[in-house]
Each structure stands twice: as structure tokens, then as C-alpha cells.
């Protein structure tokens, strides 16, 4: 499977304008905006993660929007020196010091309207989250974490309301409209009248994060809170998720995707990626398996899936 990167333009990157503040988590990501006047959680090459955590980020989000499953739309943020000096938090905060973050094309995921109007929440009690309008991407998410071996926990962000930003739809116009994702991996903000909408994030550790391989176990990939899995009475609840897996994702489809990562994010290394891209391919044929031993693990993440399989 050949690869054949895609230069990226000035004129295609986001242009980094402003800091707004740091981020949680072990990638020391930042809140920016940038001159397209959205703001991006920017994740920087030399993180302390590792550089390829980038490169998963772009590819799995892509490939996660191929499914249909509401991610963030993803773009390359170009973040300049001048912005870098001039701003003190814009550093990487190591055990004994610091560095600045580097300059260049970093990675960068859509926050989901404006951060001082939007309220996004990573945790709704009980009751809230069945009113999730769609729960069933916590079960696309899982099929899609299987398939690539994402060996940190499931997050998703929560929001409602995008609060009049731009792009949103006229909640005036006689009903409500969703958010929904495109096959080229962006995201559409809309006004949603009842309830939550989840966001699945964080894709770094997709493919093992720097390793590119793929240690199964069968408790990876899932989400921490359970009940999202209540409607889970078989194998049949998972069957549209697989059935897109299978017929969408094609040895072109995730040569298109990976032509989308900028080669400083993973070395150059054509060769490696074509090889991950490959073992990719192959993989889906084992989601099922991988699903089974998640269900036979004895931790019981799906109550009412009641027939157990050897």
C-alpha cells in the first residue's frame, strides 16, 4: 500500500493567533485560537508523549469520521517562533525544567464553538447521560478502539447548546438540526434543542501511541462508565458499526487519510507507515474476536449481553 504524503500549504494551515490556556493531560496540549477565529486544542511535536502521537491523531480522527462517529474536525496548526517567545505558557514542563513548545505544524482538533460561551463537560451523572442523542456512537467507538488498539481509556466531551458561534444553525428556523460529521473528517455544529451531544477525543494512543503495534487486551478500549453499553444484548448491536468498518474503510481509503499526516510527524518513515497501514487492513477482520473477549473477560462490560461466548 503505497503512500504518497500530501504537502501541506501555507494557505491550508491554520494559523496560530492567540493563547488561551493550557490543557489537561499527559500531552500538555493548548487551547489557541487561530485566524480562521475557531480555536484548536494544539498538540505540539515534541510533546512528552511522542512525536507520532500526532501522526494517530490525524489518521484515527480521519478514519473515526469515515464511520460516521462525531469527532472534532482535525487540521494542521502552524504556530510560529514569534508567538512561542512571546507567550510564557507555551511551554513543555519536564521533570527537572521546561522547553519551549516547537514552532511548525503541530496538530490541532476543533474545540466545539467558543470556550468562554460553550459549557463541555467530561463527565454527566446517570440520568443526563441517557440523554445523550447519540449513545450509539459510544458502541461505533468501541468497534473503532479494537480495531486500532487504543491502549488509553476512552474520552468523550459533552456539550449542548454551541451557544450562537459561527456556523451554528438558526435554532429559529422551525426545529432543531444535529451535529454530524463528514467523510473528509470534519464536523458540523448545529443546534440540538434536547439533551447532550458526546464527542469521542483524544486518538493519541491509537496504534499504541509511538510503538505502532497492536497488544489486545480485552478490557482496552472501553469506555469507563458501563452504562453506556445497556442497550448491548449481542453481537447484533455492533453489526452497523462492523458493516462500515468493512465497507468503508478500504486500502484506499486509508492511503487518502494517511497522505493527510505531514511526514515531520512521523520521520519520514514512509516505509513504517505503509506497514501500519497494512497490518490496519488486515485487522478488521478480527473486530468481532476482539469484542467477544471483552464480553468473556469477566468484568462483565455489557449486563445484558447473557449468552457467553467460549
Request: aromatic share 10%; charged share 25%.
Amino acid at each position: 500500500m503505497r503512500v504518497t504524503p500530501r504537502v501541506a500549504s501555507m494557505a491550508a494551515m491554520k494559523l496560530a493567533v492567540e493563547h488561551v490556556r493550557r490543557m489537561r493531560g499527559g500531552a500538555q496540549a493548548q487551547l489557541m485560537r487561530c485566524d480562521d477565529e475557531a480555536y484548536y486544542i494544539v498538540k505540539f511535536q515534541n510533546n512528552p508523549q511522542h512525536l507520532r502521537i500526532l501522526a494517530n491523531e490525524m489518521l484515527a480522527t480521519r478514519l473515526a469520521a469515515r464511520l460516521g462517529l462525531c469527532v472534532p474536525q482535525v487540521e494542521v496548526v502552524e504556530v510560529r517562533p514569534e508567538i512561542i517567545a512571546y507567550t510564557p505558557d507555551l511551554v513543555i514542563q519536564l521533570g527537572l525544567g521546561r522547553k519551549p513548545c516547537a514552532a511548525g505544524k503541530q496538530f490541532g482538533s476543533q474545540f466545539p464553538g467558543h470556550p468562554a460561551r460553550l459549557a463541555v463537560h467530561d463527565f454527566l451523572p446517570d440520568e443526563q447521560l441517557r440523554s445523550v442523542r447519540n449513545l450509539s456512537d459510544f458502541l461505533g467507538v468501541l468497534v473503532f478502539d479494537k480495531w486500532t488498539c487504543n491502549t488509553n481509556g476512552r474520552q468523550a466531551i459533552f456539550f449542548r447548546d454551541p451557544g450562537g458561534d459561527p456556523g451554528a444553525a438558526d435554532s429559529t428556523a422551525g426545529g432543531s438540526t444535529e451535529l454530524s460529521t463528514t467523510g473528509s473528517g470534519h464536523t458540523a455544529i448545529g443546534y440540538t434543542a434536547m439533551g447532550y451531544t458526546a464527542m469521542m477525543i483524544d486518538f493519541g494512543f491509537c496504534f499504541n501511541a509511538g510503538e505502532w503495534d497492536f497488544p489486545d487486551a480485552p478490557l482496552r478500549g472501553l469506555y469507563a462508565r458501563h452504562r453506556v453499553y445497556d442497550g448491548v444484548a449481542g453481537m447484533e448491536a455492533f453489526e452497523p458499526w462492523l458493516a462500515r468498518l468493512e465497507n468503508r474503510i478500504t486500502e484506499r481509503v486509508l492511503g487518502e487519510e494517511a497522505a493527510q499526516i505531514p511526514p515531520e510527524w512521523y520521520g519520514g518513515d514512509w516505509d513504517e507507515l505503509e506497514r501500519l497501514l497494512e497490518r490496519l487492513y488486515r485487522r478488521r477482520e478480527r473486530v468481532r474476536e476482539l469484542l467477544l473477549s471483552a464480553r468473556n473477560s469477566g468484568r462483565d462490560p455489557f449486563p445484558n449481553w447473557k449468552v457467553r461466548h467460549a
